[in-house]
């Protein structure tokens, strides 16, 4: 794209101010101006300031926008997965649980048989179609986790899968492996453990994908907080930095056991207890909430106004996955943080941008000068309009891409 203007804007969030988790006071400010314009040369951020010198400063044409906000990003979720989910999901409409269904051979085992069938191919035209769609609503970085193969050979076909949809979208793409989200029929408990942390995980390190992090479903019925500190182990020896999928039905100790190692996030939260609690104030430990998932599948939400006063970096992601939320809007998300969460919408828009950046090692979810263009031109004029129409906001334009 050649150089151009964003401007004369009505409101800009540009989260300027570096990258890494903020807390507290810093996640209410968002650094908003009005009435002003961007400079983008060579498609990186030349110059923030009046909108009137700009405009007389830069020969370039304009885009007069509305809200103006950086990409948002997506801090977790499940995009490489074929198959469907319709008819578990017609089940629990009629009073199945989530756990019931998937303790009888549903849920994630469902999906993971119809992704081992998939041909790559079809797997990365899946998560290039996905994530293209995620920068409808504003997405421009997206975490996405090779989390249903679960098997050597499937597990590093969902890696090639993530490499090649690199090429099929302009959404930056940071993979997470996550060979421990479900134990797959085809082995006992402990060969699984041992092929995971012996081969699966080093070979997942290894992969051109590049993945960053290991993550594990620390749950009843998938692995336990033992198991989820073996596997994490194994991924840090690997080069892998920890995640966790903790306290999303029931809190076992997998956030304490998490943030003791060091982990780079924590993942659901929706039943965290005080202690898990008080261990992500202390840590550097990112508090990732998926609203979308209690909305999906009717559960409390995560109580984010406790975990923002009590100084915990909050980040949020959309979960987007077939079974549990089929949530892929972070505009959506945002709003649901605001709704049903108790965030204000600068803690929330903070959250879904530098902190989620954060919680994925991402450079993004900032507007500064010397910085990448990526960018939001929104549907509407102001932050608060947007959390007002959440259940519908689009962006309007999306500038900058991988
Ligand atoms: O993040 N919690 C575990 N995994 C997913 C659900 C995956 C599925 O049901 O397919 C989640 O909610
Ligand atoms: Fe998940």
């Not at 756990?99 to 041909?119: V, Y």
């Not at 390190?205 to 993945?211: E, T």
């Not at 840090?236 to 100790?253: C, M, R, T, V």
Request: with cysteine; net charge negative; glycine share 8%.
């Amino acid at each position: 794209m050649p150089d151009y203007i964003i401007g004369p804007i009505a409101e800009l969030h540009s989260l300027a101010g570096g990258a890494g988790l903020r807390r507290g006071e810093r996640m209410r400010d968002t650094g908003v101006v009005r009435d002003v314009a961007i400079a983008v040369i060579d498609d990186k951020v030349a110059e923030i300031g009046p909108a009137h010198e700009i405009i007389r400063r830069y020969d370039l044409s304009k885009n007069p926008a509305g809200l103006v906000t950086p990409g948002l990003v997506d801090a977790h979720s499940h995009i490489c997965w074929a198959g469907d989910r319709a008819e578990e999901f017609l089940r629990r409409s009629r009073g199945e649980s989530y756990e019931d269904i998937a303790a009888a051979g549903g849920g994630i085992l469902s999906t993971m048989r119809a992704t081992r069938e998939a041909k790559t191919r079809d797997l990365a035209q899946n998560i290039g179609r996905r994530a293209h769609m995620m920068r409808y609503t504003g997405s421009t970085t997206v975490e996405v986790k090779a989390s249903y193969g679960l098997s050597p050979d499937a597990c590093m076909r969902e890696l090639d899968a993530i490499h090649i949809a690199r090429d099929l979208t302009t959404t930056r793409l940071v993979p997470t492996f996550m060979g421990a989200h479900a134990f797959p029929p085809d082995y006992s408990k402990e060969e699984y453990l041992d092929l995971l942390c012996d081969e699966m995980i080093p070979m997942a390190a290894a992969h051109r994908a590049m993945p960053r992090f290991c993550d594990v479903f620390c749950e009843v019925g998938a692995f336990s907080v033992d198991e989820s500190e073996r596997v994490l182990r194994a991924g840090l020896e690997s080069g892998l930095k920890p995640k966790i999928h903790a306290d999303e039905f029931n809190a076992l100790g997998g956030v304490e056991m998490a943030c003791a190692m060091g982990a780079v996030s924590c993942d659901h939260l929706l039943v965290t207890t005080t202690s898990g609690r008080r261990a992500l104030e202390e840590s550097a430990t990112a508090a990732v909430l998926m609203p979308g998932t209690a909305f999906y599948l009717g559960k409390p939400y995560a109580d984010a106004r406790a975990l923002v006063d009590s100084g915990c970096a909050v980040a949020l992601g959309t979960d987007f996955n077939p079974g549990s939320s089929m949530v892929r809007s972070m505009a959506l998300t945002i709003g649901l943080a605001v709704a049903k969460q108790g965030l204000t919408p600068e803690e929330a828009l903070t959250a879904a941008t530098v902190n989620s950046a954060a919680a994925i090692d991402a450079d993004t979810g900032r507007i500064e000068v010397g910085l990448p263009a990526d960018i939001v031109a929104w549907q509407c004029r102001t932050l608060a309009e947007f959390v007002w129409q959440y259940t519908y906001i689009r962006a309007e334009r999306v500038y900058g891409g991988a």
